[in-house]
């Protein structure tokens, strides 16, 4: 069985509130910036429905491509500094935030702590993230799987 080398990191950066487009565009300005990784590839914007508490306006998503040698704890730092730069409140889970950067995949590694899950735990249950994902990588695996698997599947559900 050959395990897919990925080489890459893939983040998911999420906005409802204020002005969501550019609430994106800046958190992928900062990543742009930094020295540490470069960006291979950015997707559309997805407009979607609030997963988990429904009760809020629709957010902004999209899945972008990096290359970096940072560890995973040193991503996620980087990822809640933007959070933190743009303001980010967190005020209950999956409620309304101006900007959300989350680790989606990073390399081969697996990880499983109170602080980080890698790849993401929900990746596999969120249209959102699966269709930009798919969008800017079409060979990534999960658990062996494409992606668009785990879209028809969640696609036929609905």
Not at 127 to 133: R, T
Request: charged share 30%; with cysteine; glycine share 4%.
């Amino acid at each position: 069985m050959h395990m897919h080398l990925n080489k890459y990191s893939y983040l998911g950066i999420g906005s409802n509130l204020a002005n969501r487009k550019r609430n994106i565009q800046k958190a992928t300005a900062i990543l742009k910036k930094h020295k540490k990784l470069k960006i291979l590839k950015v997707s559309s914007i997805y407009d979607t429905a609030p997963w988990g508490y429904v009760n809020q306006k629709n957010f902004y998503n999209i899945a972008i491509k990096i290359e970096t040698n940072l560890k995973p704890k040193q991503l996620l730092k980087v990822c809640r500094e933007i959070e933190k730069r743009m303001s980010r409140k967190r005020k209950f889970k999956w409620g309304p935030r101006v900007i959300d950067v989350d680790i989606l995949i990073h390399k081969n590694t697996k990880i499983n702590t109170k602080e980080l899950t890698i790849p993401h735990k929900y990746i596999k249950q969120r249209l959102f993230v699966l269709f930009p994902l798919s969008e800017i990588d079409k060979n990534i695996r999960l658990g062996g799987q494409t992606l668009d698997y785990f879209i028809d599947r969640l696609s036929k559900e609905t």
